[in-house]
């Protein structure tokens, strides 16, 4: 029963987030400042895993490629497809869950441990609808993440194959072409717009409904970095089966 009280709070949260909205213009500021924060301030980590995991991809590859037979352009498909379909949109979004759900997590919780959410509500303000709707709309911009980390993370596995000797430019380059479909493209940005809404609502939920002090912010963190990264898989797997089965 506890879950399924849970999981009912966080729908009625998710409604709430959208009714009673803030002034406009504190909005847009609340919204710019999410940018910053769960966006911008992502884009460092995000670079520099990316690059460097497509790198270990490709190298995986060729160190498996032992039939003289097989073309050295299945490195760079393998490394695409990769990439694209699950290392950038998955594995970057379980990573966020981290670190962009940790943040939200925290900040909410310790605005719940020092009363500021209580303030919210005493001045007549919706405190869900100011706390958490500029985080889903923030995320709404997390695509471009993942684009980023696409680009890396083919950018490095070129990289490792062409100048770690493993195959050269041609056949990576070829490979990467080869039997190209662009619906794989559109459902890995269809499910990176479902983990960003999970990675805003999921971490919002457990600050927002904390109980405690200050030791129960960092252990709803810890319960929010599970809890979105479980989300997140399970719904990789169920958009998989239904687009690309």
Sequence with gaps: MTYLHSIGEYFIMIK???????????????????????????????????????????IQTALNLNNPLLPKSLIGFAARQSVILEFAPTFISVIMAGKVGSFITSSIGTMRVTEQIDALEVMGINSINYLVFPKIVAMMIYPFVIGIAMFLGIIGAYTAAVYGGFAPSEAFLSGMQEDFKPFQVFYAFFKTYLFAFLLATIPAYHGYFMKGGALEVGK???SSFVWTAVAIIIVNFIVTQLLLS
């Design 16 to 58: 709430d987030a959208f009714v009673k909205p803030t002034k406009g213009k504190v909005l847009r500021d609340l919204i710019f400042k999410e940018v910053d924060d769960l966006i911008i301030g992502s884009l460092g980590i995000v670079a520099f895993i990316s690059f460097f995991v497509g790198g270990v991809v490709a």
């Design 220 to 222: 709803a963190s810890t």
